[in-house]
T-cell receptor, first 110, second 114 residues
Framework: GQNIDQPTEMTATEGAIVQINCTYQ??????LFWYQQHAGEAPTFLSY????GLEEKGRFSSFLSRSKGYSYLLLKELQMKDSASYLC???????????FGTGTQLKVEL | DAMVIQNPRYQVTQFGKPVTLSCSQT?????MYWYQQKSSQAPKLLFH???????NEADTPDNFQSRRPNTSFCFLDIRSPGLGDAAMYLC?????????????FGPGTRLTVT
């Protein structure tokens, strides 16, 4: 089976930096994905990590440690529109099947 | 623009009345997925097609079936919807190729069962 854990809720201030952690236990690991999902909408792709290390894409960065089963998503220069649920998802096996964590609801405040 | 399209966006059906949700894609991706997402929960994979090969998840109820008549289209059939099947149904696609991992999601169909 797979266990994917991430905090349920986080609150941060506009303009600040926030780090959302994700830990997982799985076999047949392909990679780890981060998706953003606004209420009532489909998930949108943010980043993925296949190898250990940091991937940076604009205001968003994601880190992976395969040996520790750990990833984080770093959001810089927070904006109000970043208030959303952030889903950590593990890909395993053929067909790139995703198993999602329950998501971290981020609230950005003034 | 190339995209994943789901119709309808909102579907209301009666308890026990069969319903079909559709997904189409212009990305020419060889893999298509159906996820179920209930309120305040994570998306849960129901099944996926790798080309024409159907792959069912072990815990997907028999009430859920799927068809993929060609590369572009994929259907989700719920044979006898129950109240517990009310959810957002998400279709996604990906291209199984070296270095390509992203899954592209459609906007979803929100199913209500009355």
């Amino acid at each position: 089976g797979q266990n994917i854990d991430q905090p349920t809720e986080m609150t941060a201030t506009e303009g600040a930096i926030v780090q959302i952690n994700c830990t997982y236990q799985t076999s047949g690991f392909n990679g780890l994905f981060w998706y953003q999902q606004h209420a009532g909408e489909a998930p949108t792709f943010l980043s993925y990590n296949v190898l250990d290390g940091l991937e940076e894409k604009g205001r968003f960065s994601s880190f992976l440690s395969r040996s520790k089963g750990y990833s984080y998503l770093l959001l810089k220069e927070l904006q109000m529109k970043d208030s959303a649920s952030y889903l950590c998802a593990v890909s395993k096996g053929g067909g790139n099947k995703l198993t999602f964590g329950t998501g971290t609801q981020l609230k950005v405040e003034l | 623009d190339a995209m994943v399209i789901q119709n309808p966006r909102y579907q209301v059906t009666q308890f026990g009345k069969p319903v079909t949700l559709s997904c189409s894609q212009t990305l020419n991706h060889n893999v298509m997925y159906w996820y179920q997402q209930k309120s305040s929960q994570a998306p849960k994979l129901l099944f996926h097609y790798y080309d024409k090969d159907f792959n069912n998840e072990a815990d997907t109820p028999d009430n859920f079936q799927s068809r993929r008549p060609n590369t572009s289209f994929c259907f989700l059939d719920i044979r006898s919807p129950g109240l517990g099947d009310a959810a957002m149904y998400l279709c996604a696609t990906s291209r199984e190729a070296s270095g390509e991992w992203e899954q592209y999601f459609g906007p979803g169909t929100r199913l209500t069962v009355t």
